[in-house]
Each structure stands twice: as structure tokens, then as C-alpha cells.
């Protein structure tokens, strides 16, 4: 257990909403990411950072924001949520070179 | 671009049936390939890091090998307990990890 909770676990959403996933550590590891898990695709990285305000992006991050203003937390924001953001996200944590995954949100867009 | 290919997709297996799964990867400049299990519903769990080709590491029913091409995860007399997805990554000079879509282990008392 690498003291990553995520928050909701599941949502259900409608086309348009904003949607905004959290994920909290309790040990201050300054690297975190975010990632979605689809089926037929592996984890793709959506954006990572690597401090306090230090935020970049990954190789799906359209569509997608995220913002840490505290060490411990990571969050996640769909501004307008979209069918094809149906997924299961996952945040981790890096230790030295690891990465160490959260249990996962599911979320669903109508 | 990096690229991991794990293969077969899925596998199912009688109990004590060894067999092994692959992952074969092209990436700029490996710093290590990870190995991780998942179990439905679950977030990945890590199993293992091999850092340079010739590299073994063993984990109970588990052992992963590494060359400068593909890596190896052998599961030796497997368990029900042993069904899972293995997920495979490598990790680029970024330090960023590019993950294969997975092998999922069937294993049938």
C-alpha cells in the first residue's frame, strides 16, 4: 500500500459537466501522475508533477487539467466531459525510480 | 516513440501448467522495465524492475528475465491465486513509462 487514496471511486456523469478527480497521498512524494486505463490500450500517461504548481503534460492530456496546490494532492479536472472520456483513471506516486498506482477511479460519461 | 507489445493477450492455464508471457519493447534509452499485476477492479501492483539485459529477478512463482529486446515473465507451477492481467512498462531516458496493453493469466484449478 503506497498511502494513494482516490476520490470518488466511481461517477457517472453527463456529456458537458465538469468533472474533477481527486488523489491524495500521505507520505510527500513529489512526483505524481495521471493516467487512463482503456481496454486494448495500456496506461496512458494524461499529465504528471513533479511539485507544488509543477505540472506537465503526457501523451493524452487533451481535454484534460490538472492543478497540485498542496503536496498531498493531485487533482484531475474535466472542464466539459466527453464520451470519450469514459475510463478508468489511475494516480501514482513515484519513489525513487517505481511507480506506485492508486485502486482507481471509473468514470462514465452519458 | 516507445513501444511495448505483450503477447499473447490472454492465457489460461491448468494449475502447475509452467508458462511464460512476453513483452517486447523499442525504446530510447531503457533506464528499466517493470512488471506489475493487476487484479479486476484494482489499481497495477509492482512485481518487478530489470535494469539491464541478462538481469533475473524471482518472486515466489514468479521470474523475470530481461534481454536487450524483450523481457520474460515466467510463472512456474501457477496457482488459481496467479490469475491476474501482468502489465508490462519500460522507462525512457524521461523517466516517463510506456505500457504494453497486457497479458491476462487465466489459471484453472
Known amino acids: 500500500d503506497a498511502g494513494i487514496t482516490q476520490s470518488p471511486r466511481h461517477k457517472v456523469t453527463e456529456t458537458g459537466t465538469p468533472v474533477t478527480l481527486r488523489c491524495h497521498q500521505t507520505e510527500n512524494h513529489r512526483y505524481m501522475y495521471w493516467y487512463r486505463q482503456d481496454p486494448g490500450h495500456g496506461l496512458r500517461l494524461i499529465h504528471y508533477s513533479y511539485g507544488v504548481k509543477d505540472t506537465d503534460k503526457g501523451e493524452v492530456s487533451d481535454g484534460y487539467s490538472v492543478s497540485r496546490s498542496k503536496t498531498e494532492d493531485f487533482l484531475l479536472t474535466l472542464e466539459s466531459a466527453t464520451s470519450s472520456q469514459t475510463s478508468v483513471y489511475f494516480c501514482a506516486i513515484s519513489v525513487t525510480d517505481t511507480q506506485y498506482f492508486g485502486p482507481g477511479t471509473r468514470l462514465t460519461v452519458l | 516513440e516507445d513501444q511495448v507489445t505483450q503477447s499473447p493477450e490472454a492465457l489460461r492455464l491448468q494449475e502447475g501448467e509452467s508458462s511464460s508471457l512476453n513483452c517486447s519493447y523499442t525504446v530510447s534509452g531503457l533506464r528499466g522495465l517493470f512488471w506489475y499485476r493487476q487484479d479486476p477492479g484494482k489499481g497495477p501492483e509492482f512485481l518487478f524492475t530489470?535494469?539491464?539485459a541478462g538481469e533475473e529477478k524471482e518472486k515466489e512463482r514468479l521470474k523475470a528475465t530481461l534481454t536487450k529486446k524483450e523481457s520474460f515473465l515466467h510463472i512456474t507451477a501457477p496457482k488459481p491465486e496467479d490469475s491476474a492481467t501482468y502489465l508490462c512498462?519500460?522507462?525512457?531516458?524521461?523517466?516517463?513509462?510506456?505500457f504494453g496493453a497486457g497479458t491476462t493469466v487465466t489459471v484453472r484449478a
Open positions: 530489470l535494469y539491464s
Open positions: 512498462a519500460v522507462q525512457a531516458s524521461d523517466y516517463k513509462l510506456s
